[in-house]
């Protein structure tokens, strides 16, 4: 899980956004919107006068600052701040979403080792019943039809521990890259694939489902839209620009000293700003239905993912306890009635195909078992962790 974490490309690319978010948060908290404008004028003046003409120089310098009036720099705030939440919130789900890739992935691996285990044993076994169904026909204890059908089992358990050992090697290199292996080396799972009893039940996942960051990050991108849109709402009032002047004017002899001080107000006759306002509404509106879209959404899965984990539970068990100890007392049984003579090396066949089944049965249900608690897990957001970046 470290390793995946730290090595996730998706995981560190949502860890690059926190730079922007803290920028776009640090000019929020300004306390002014715009940075203020100095003006400076320097005038050489000639004057006509009765004989020849006087020069001078003037000049006179000035700074003006925009206010906004309507309460504009804590929207830009809830803004910010809403969104830098969001940002964090997202940083978590995404790392909920990379520990349960890596889970899913090392249970498939694990399940399919198992499973290449169990093709192994059952190709050597019908191996050796086809070499000895071979010999008792040469000896005429046997058909040639036996000894085909003890040949096509053979074949087919050797295809069966092909298909698994290329299944495993395609597991093996998707687990690798998730946890940006090299791909020289690849994973290998150690580990019982048993049905863990969960430590939950169905009405502490509901109740925690709408605080998982998924959702949480949904509500705060609510939030951050329905304070732009109030930032909108409120840039339809202009800017008051204040500005102060000074400056030195006239005649050498007859200077004069300037301070000016301005107010400059836009009418908003024209301009109301209903394009701003309107995509605000828009984006407000999209938010609000994805985030009640996907609550609704997440409680139907947990709900329907429950359902499917409680089957798959009762199904691990019935095979456990009911159906794999009864083929493996048949098994012996039919061992013994083999040597006593009572049946032939095909009714042994059946009886191991029937063994081996119940046991490729039991991986898949099992491997299913895992993918589905992850996926509820998932889907819950349990456990319930802090936002950790």
């Known amino acids: 899980m470290s390793l995946a974490e730290s090595a996730n490309p998706a995981l560190k690319i949502k860890r690059a956004e926190l730079a922007a978010a803290e920028g776009a948060q640090a000019d929020a908290s300004a306390w002014f919107n715009s940075n203020p404008e100095i003006?400076?004028?320097?005038?050489?003046?000639?004057?006509?006068?009765p004989v020849g003409s006087d020069r001078y120089r003037e000049w006179n310098g000035g700074i003006a600052q925009k206010l906004e009036i309507a309460g504009q720099r804590g929207h830009r705030q809830d803004a910010a701040d809403a969104s830098m939440a969001a940002l964090r919130a997202e940083i978590a789900a995404t790392r909920q979403q990379v520990r349960a890739e890596v889970e899913?992935?090392?249970y498939r691996v694990l399940a399919l080792q198992q499973r290449a285990e169990i093709e192994s044993r059952a190709l050597k076994l019908f191996d050796d019943t086809a070499t000895a169904i071979q010999k008792r026909r040469v000896a005429g204890e046997d058909t040639r039809l036996d000894?085909?059908?003890?040949?096509?089992?053979?074949?087919?358990?050797?295809?069966?521990?092909?298909?698994?050992?290329?299944?495993?090697?395609?597991?093996?290199?998707?687990?690798?890259?998730?946890?940006?292996?090299?791909?020289?080396?690849?994973?290998?799972?150690?580990?019982?694939l048993v049905a863990t009893r969960t430590s939950y039940v169905l009405a502490d996942l509901l109740s925690r489902a709408e605080s998982q960051p998924r959702l949480l990050a949904l509500a705060e991108r609510e939030n951050?839209?329905?304070a732009r849109l109030n930032l909108e709402r409120a840039s339809r009032y202009p800017d008051i620009t204040v500005g102060a002047n000074v400056g030195r004017e006239g005649p050498v002899g007859g200077?004069?000293?300037?301070?000016?001080?301005?107010v400059s107000l836009p009418l908003p006759l024209f301009k109301r700003n209903q394009a701003g306002i309107g995509q605000a509404t828009t984006d407000l509106e999209q938010a609000r239905i994805e985030r009640q879209t996907?609550?609704?959404?997440?409680?139907?899965?947990?709900?329907?993912?429950?359902?499917?984990?409680?089957s798959l539970e009762t199904r691990v068990q019935r095979l456990r306890e009911s159906v794999l100890p009864a083929l493996d007392d048949n098994q012996s049984l039919s061992l013994k009635s083999q040597r006593a003579g009572q049946?032939?090396?095909?009714?042994?066949?059946?009886?191991?195909?029937?063994?081996?089944d119940a046991r490729r049965d039991l991986i898949d249900a099992l491997t299913e078992y895992h993918a589905t608690r992850v996926a509820l897990e998932l889907a819950a957001g349990w456990p319930v962790e802090g936002n950790k970046q």
């Not at 358990?157 to 687990?175: C, D, F, G, W």
Request: hydrophobic share 45%; no cysteine.
């Open 294 to 310: 996907n609550i609704r959404d997440t409680r139907a899965s947990v709900m329907t993912l429950w359902v499917k984990l409680s």
């Open 255 to 262: 200077r004069e000293r300037l301070t000016t001080f301005s």
């Open 343 to 356: 049946i032939g090396l095909l009714e042994m066949i059946v009886v191991n195909r029937q063994v081996l």
């Open 104 to 106: 899913a992935g090392f």
């Open 39 to 49: 003006t400076l004028d320097k005038t050489r003046r000639e004057v006509a006068l």
């Open 147 to 192: 000894a085909n059908v003890a040949s096509v089992e053979a074949e087919r358990a050797r295809n069966q521990l092909a298909i698994a050992q290329e299944q495993l090697l395609e597991a093996r290199s998707e687990l690798g890259v998730r946890l940006q292996m090299p791909p020289a080396r690849l994973p290998q799972a150690m580990g019982d």
């Open 224 to 226: 951050s839209a329905d």
